[in-house]
C-alpha cells in the first residue's frame, strides 16, 4: 500500500514523485496527451497556464461540461496507469496544459 509522505510534524501532505510531462495545446478544440501514463504512474499534476475544462479516460474527449481548471492553479488527480490520458478544452482563451506523471 502506498502511504502519503509526511511533513516535520508527521501530518500527511499531498506529494507525489515526478517522473515525466507531457504538455497539451489548449484551444477550441478538444485535445489529449499523446500518450497514456505509465504503468507505475498512480497519480498527474495538472496545470494550466489558461481556463480550461479537462477530462480523464482511456479515449477522452473534453467538453466545456467536464472538470474546471483554473489558470495557473495546481490540481492533482489520480489516474490508471497504462490506461488514462488528459484531454483539454479551453474556458476562456489558448494556452498549455502541463500533465506531470507521479506515483
Known amino acids: 500500500m502506498t502511504e ?3 511533513d516535520k510534524y508527521a501530518h500527511s501532505i499531498q506529494a507525489v514523485r515526478p517522473t515525466t510531462t507531457q ?4 484551444g477550441a ?4 496527451t499523446t500518450n497514456a501514463v505509465a504503468v ?3 497519480a498527474v499534476r495538472l496545470i494550466s497556464t489558461t481556463n480550461c ?3 480523464v479516460g482511456a479515449t477522452p474527449t473534453a467538453t466545456t461540461g467536464d472538470v474546471f481548471l483554473p489558470a ?3 490540481e492533482y488527480i489520480r489516474v490508471v496507469g497504462n490506461s488514462d ?5 479551453q474556458a476562456s482563451g ?7 506523471e507521479g506515483s
Open 72 to 74: 495557473n492553479v495546481i
Open 85 to 89: 490520458k488528459i484531454a483539454v478544452i
Open 53 to 55: 475544462f479537462y477530462k
Open 40 to 42: 507505475s504512474t498512480t
Open 4 to 6: 502519503l509522505a509526511k
Open 23 to 26: 504538455t497539451v495545446t489548449v
Open 29 to 32: 478544440v478538444s485535445a489529449a
Open 94 to 100: 489558448g494556452g498549455t496544459l502541463y500533465v506531470s
